[in-house]
């Protein structure tokens, strides 16, 4: 039988992971502000692989330009940045919050993951933006970073 202290520190324990991403996320977004990805001046990340190797946007490019622009409200930058990473975010922010709330209730909580065509829709969409984003000509050469 547990009594009522214990099942708080059940909880409590249960909240250490959500505690630590938060604060992996905080450090995280603290060497973003930093570092500044959209100067030139001594951007200290390295860059995106796939651009480096192919010259080409991979579905990921901008993200951390995305990132910088959202921690300065700059939402319509963010946009041109990355807007499929933009767009993605509320559903990050479910998955992660339901995770939360799963650890502590003690029982997972379904989220958009579970629908039966999620990963197929994903990988679509991944696709589909991987090509757009490359397209050599207007509108789309807008959209490289």
Known sequence: MTT???????RLRAMLFPAAT?????????????????????????????????????PGCGVTRM???????DVLTA????????LFIPFFLWTWGAWVL???RGRRVAT????????HVGLVLIAIWSVIRNLPFPPFNALYV
């Open 4 to 10: 009522h202290g214990g099942a708080t520190a059940v």
């Open 112 to 119: 958009w993951e579970q629908w039966r065509w999620a990963p």
């Open 22 to 58: 938060v604060l992996v996320a905080g450090v995280g977004a603290a060497v973003v502000l930093a570092a500044d990805p959209t100067s030139d001046a001594g951007f200290p990340l390295p860059p995106c692989p796939v651009k480096l190797l192919t010259g080409l946007d991979c």
């Open 79 to 86: 946009l041109h940045f990355n807007a499929a990473a933009m």
């Open 67 to 73: 990132i910088y622009s959202l921690l300065h409200g």
């Open 102 to 104: 799963g650890r502590w």
